[in-house]
């Protein structure tokens, strides 16, 4: 999809020179993935914040853990 958008110069230029990519569209892609990544990431450890167990834990640990509760 075609966009038009103002990124201000200096902005893009830093990006550039951070990244080491050679044009101004595969920084922007850069940007929007790592952006997206990051909100997937949230999401996720939002999910696993509130599951009642520890998805890590081996099957005879999280046996151990809920005879403790109970």
Known sequence: MATTVEIPDELLAEALRLTGLATKKAVINLA???????????????????????????????????????
């Open 32 to 70: 929007m993935n790592e952006l997206v990544q990051g909100y997937r990431q949230r999401e996720a450890l939002a999910r696993l914040a509130r599951m009642d167990h520890n998805p890590f834990l081996t099957e005879d640990e999280l046996a151990d853990e809920v005879a403790a509760a109970g």
